[in-house]
């Protein structure tokens, strides 16, 4: 019998040759990711007796969740960790305003086909847009990592999504992974490798596709997986830290459940308070008030998506009263929306941009929402309190809803603007 991707992954990296679901493997990543939360986990690897990372080349740190630091507290965690870089010797460390880890990780060619990426953050999934197994862990198992270099996982069992077809015209990769949550559950997918497949997958750009592996974690992924392709290498080329070896499943692998989806009949979809699984389809909730608009996120906060909202907004102006922040996921793709003029577009038209990291998605700052209010984002989660504010609602839309909506006042479709 065939193997799935992650059972083959999961089976070269614990040395072994098969692997199946679960079954408890030894493994050693090829990366051991984390961010801000690195000085905790220091403290853990310290009190563990260590002293010397095992592998420095394995570890790499990110700085994005509290940056710049908002509080004199997430400036002393910043020390801390810049200081156990120095210490460690790790060369692989991006600190303030590079952007947010699991976007830097891809563009800095350390999220590889084939390679097993640990990261101390849930969405560590998002590696599988190269076609890598990212698996999310605890802070206490990656303090094991750095001082043994090899952590137990159970091999997950797989479900394979098959999307048939193209999505049409203003419909986006954020609308097609709104529509398998809202269909498959926030627990469709509890403790499984995701492999998604078929037409529908193989036509998005890296960008587009990057929203899927990332979202799947709402859906309680263990990690995602597309297969890479001749996009996904002409993507690598130059970028690439290390020679890598693309691994695919088997024709006649085994798979718990087979789910398929039919993407030509797709529209866009928004996620309602207070659930990611609550999605309905945008012309069910248009006219909803909002009070803020935020565009960024590992999700969403890449350049096609920059340029899809700035298109959206150009001529146009943020509607009176209403917050609209755009933070770009990382410092290439600033720069590169800065000298196409997307930037301009947004403060031209009255919204705020902030420097490349999670900032509001995760309510550290940057746009925490007051009692009462309610916000539309092109981030993953929207659980009461996600944002900074329990007392508050979070939509979750595509760029250009979130920036039309920022126009209107109101969650609209782009083409209910006007002229």
């Known amino acids: 019998m065939g193997q799935t991707f992650v059972e083959k992954v999961l089976a070269k990296k ?36 260590g002293k010397r990372v095992v592998d420095p080349k394995m570890i790499v740190i990110i700085l994005d969740h509290a940056t710049p630091a908002p509080t004199t507290k997430h400036a002393e965690n910043h020390r801390i960790v810049r200081e156990l870089v120095k210490e460690q010797s790790i060369d692989h460390f991006y600190d303030v305003g590079r952007g947010v880890c699991h976007q830097v990780l891809v563009e800095e060619g350390l999220a590889l086909p084939g390679e097993l990426v640990l990261g101390s953050d849930s969405h560590t999934p998002h590696a599988g847009v190269m076609g890598g197994c ?99 290498f002409d993507y690598l080329k130059g970028r690439a830290k290390r020679a890598y070896k693309p691994v695919y499943p088997d024709p006649d692998a085994e798979y718990i459940r087979i789910a398929e989806f039919d993407a030509s009949s797709m529209e866009p979809m928004v996620a309602c308070p207070h659930t990611v ?53 990382s410092s290439e793709i600033y720069l590169k929306a800065l000298q196409a003029g997307y930037i301009q577009a947004f403060i031209e038209a009255g919204a705020v941009v902030e420097s490349p990291g999670c900032g509001p998605c995760m309510g550290n700052h940057m746009g925490v929402p007051a009692i009462g209010e309610v916000s539309i984002s092109t981030a993953n989660r929207n659980f009461k309190g996600r944002m900074g504010t329990k007392e508050s609602e979070i939509y979750l839309a595509n760029p250009v809803v979130v920036a039309a909506s920022a126009v209107a006042g109101e969650i609209i479709h782009p083409k209910d603007l006007g002229s």
């Open 14 to 49: 614990a040395g072994l040759d098969r692997a199946g679901p679960g079954q408890i493997v030894e493994v050693a990543p090829d990366v051991a990711l984390s961010h801000d939360n690195a000085a905790s986990i220091y403290s853990t690897f310290q009190k563990m007796g």
């Open 134 to 232: 990212g698996v999310g862990i605890g802070r206490g198992e990656m303090a094991s990592i750095w001082a043994l270099g090899t952590l137990w996982l159970r091999v997950p069992e797989t479900l394979k999504i098959t999307v048939n077809g193209c999505l049409p015209k203003g419909v986006t990769s954020k609308d097609l992974a709104l529509k398998l949550i809202g269909d498959l559950g926030a627990d469709g997918a509890l403790y499984m490798s995701v492999e998604l497949h078929g037409e529908g997958i193989e036509t998005l750009t890296i960008s587009e596709r990057a929203v899927l592996p990332n979202m799947m974690a709402e859906m309680g992924a263990k990690c995602s997986y597309i297969p890479p392709d001749q996009k996904t």
């Open 277 to 329: 699984d609550h999605v309905r389809p945008l012309s069910e909730v248009a006219g909803t008030p909002i009070n803020q608009a935020f565009l960024g996120t590992c999700t969403n906060g890449r350049l096609e998506d920059l340029k899809a909202a700035a298109q959206v907004i150009k001529g146009r102006q943020v509607a009176k009263g209403i917050r609209f922040i755009v933070i770009p996921a």
